[in-house]
């Protein structure tokens, strides 16, 4: 079955660079997700790509797709404390409506 | 966006009780779904929502445990049965197919965290 894989934790400095990276075994694939959760709320959209795209960005935050390797990525520059969170990759299937989430990476910024 | 509204926010149930969780979208949504996640790990699909007949359900879970209604397109239940500690988790409900959202945007509850003494 579909298999989405991300790496626990993650710890940054104020100001410096985050990057989450997320594994995917579906190459059907046709769009790919990140979600932000809070503490104490639901989780948000944050962005998306395309599965024909290998990248994009909005703002601070920059996705990375490498299809050949099943593997995506997501840059936030200048990282603040207000990004602390967990974000969430996940992967939808050919004109499927399911969601298939990874487990979470949990993001750290220290002032 | 689609604002959905999740009641309780929280509960403290006793073991062998049965708890309704309610879900409100202010939207007409297509699609509602419910996950639970379990402390500290990924979201779990439990079922599909579906308007005026029985909600499909994942691997793993059954109507009896976990009964499900969808009388229109914007309000879901969930109950959760027989409670267990087993059960202590944050269920969320979310839609998806908001008109004018990117595909696959699903948008989601603040959850209900359920503790099961």
């Known amino acids: 079955g579909e298999d989405v894989e991300q790496s626990l934790f993650l710890s940054v400095r104020e100001g410096d660079s985050s990057v989450i990276n997320c594994t995917y075994t579906d190459s059907s694939s046709t769009y790919l997700y990140w979600y932000k959760q809070e503490p104490g709320a639901g989780l948000q959209l944050l962005t998306y790509?395309?599965?024909?795209?290998d990248m994009k960005q909005d703002q601070r935050l920059t996705v990375l797709l490498n299809k050949k390797d099943k593997h995506l990525s997501l840059r936030i520059a200048d990282t603040q404390t207000g990004d602390s969170a967990i974000y969430f990759c996940?992967?939808?299937?050919?004109?499927?409506?399911?969601?298939?989430f990874g487990g979470g990476t949990r993001l750290m910024v220290k002032p | 966006s689609a604002v959905i509204s999740q009641k309780p926010s929280r509960d403290i149930c006793q073991r062998g009780t049965s708890l309704t969780i309610q879900c409100q979208v202010d939207?007409?949504?297509?699609?509602m779904f419910w996950y639970r996640q379990q402390p500290g790990q990924s979201l779990t699909l439990i079922a599909t929502a579906n308007q005026g007949s029985e909600a499909t359900y994942e691997s793993g879970f059954v109507i009896d445990k976990f009964p499900i209604s969808r009388p229109n397109l914007t309000f879901s239940t969930l109950t959760v049965s027989n409670m267990s500690p087993e059960d202590s988790s944050i269920y969320l409900c979310?839609?998806?197919?908001?008109?004018?959202?990117?595909?696959?945007?699903?948008?989601f509850g603040e959850g209900s965290r359920l503790t099961v003494l």
């Open positions: 939207s007409q949504v297509t699609m």
């Open positions: 979310s839609a998806l197919g908001l008109a004018g959202a990117p595909p696959g945007e699903l948008f």
């Open positions: 996940a992967e939808i299937f050919n004109a499927g409506n399911m969601l298939t």
């Open positions: 790509i395309f599965s024909n795209m």
